[in-house]
């Protein structure tokens, strides 16, 4: 039985198959369905969990190189916000392009984690390094 780091099956499953450039997207609530790629929706209610407490947890055991986000993201959200996630993605690359631009690199994710987050924009792409 696991005592420590993830939990949940699903996102440990998910997680031991990403290798090497492959890439897994953390999303919003709002976010829309991609029927291509494993979704692992973990949303309870509004805020919960969010982005970045599923971002924090995996760090630890997933080596990220790269981060794709929305530019509408920073467009949006308050400077606290911004900052917040910019901390949390400390040590990766950050790259904000346009949302539309953003959403033409899902299909390729190995899958996806749905969260109950209602920061907009708040879904990213994580490349392993």
């Not at 492959?22 to 919960?48: C, H």
């Not at 631009?101 to 109950?116: D, N």
Request: proline share 5%.
């Amino acid at each position: 039985m696991l005592r420590t780091g993830i939990l949940n099956p699903a996102i440990n499953s998910l997680i031991s198959r990403v290798r090497h450039t492959n890439t897994l997207v953390i999303a919003d609530r709002g976010f829309p369905y991609w029927p291509q790629i494993e979704t692992v929706d973990i949303s309870l209610v509004d805020d919960v969990p969010r982005v970045l407490d599923v971002l924090n947890a995996i760090r630890a055991n997933f080596s990220i190189g790269m981060v794709f986000m929305a530019e509408e993201f920073r467009a949006v959200n308050s400077r606290e916000t911004v900052q917040a996630f910019e901390r949390c993605l400390e040590g990766a690359a950050l790259s904000f392009e346009p949302h539309i631009e953003f959403k033409k690199r899902v299909p390729h994710a190995v899958g996806l984690i749905r969260t109950g987050d209602t920061i907009q924009y708040a879904n990213m792409i994580l490349e392993s390094a």
